[in-house]
């Protein structure tokens, strides 16, 4: 059975055109996960506060992760409201 990448995620991933981009500034930092590829990073600033590298993308994922391209995941604290 093939699920959706959303459900190994701790938070669901959102598509970019439906965040407000001006809360994420890029980041220079990126890490690689095994069957995904490279991830690219983003600093969220909100209300003059700063959180480093909170939301992460792959904008060349690997074949096996085709589906997530460009969509967005968020950790370090970050609560997505809808």
């Known amino acids: 059975m093939h699920l ?4 190994f995620c701790q938070q669901p991933l959102r598509p ?4 407000q981009q001006q809360y ?3 980041s ?3 890490t690689v996960y095994g069957w995904k590829g490279t991830a690219s990073y983003y600093t ?4 003059g506060a700063e959180n480093a590298n909170a939301a992460w ?6 074949s ?7 969509y967005i995941a968020f950790g370090k604290g970050v ?3 809808a």
């Open 4 to 7: 959706p990448f959303s459900v």
């Open 16 to 19: 970019p055109q439906l965040l």
């Open 24 to 26: 994420f500034t890029p």
């Open 28 to 30: 220079t930092y990126t």
């Open 44 to 47: 969220l600033q909100v209300n």
């Open 57 to 62: 993308y792959y904008p060349s994922p690997k």
């Open 64 to 70: 096996g992760a085709a589906q997530i391209k460009d």
């Open 79 to 81: 609560m997505v409201l």
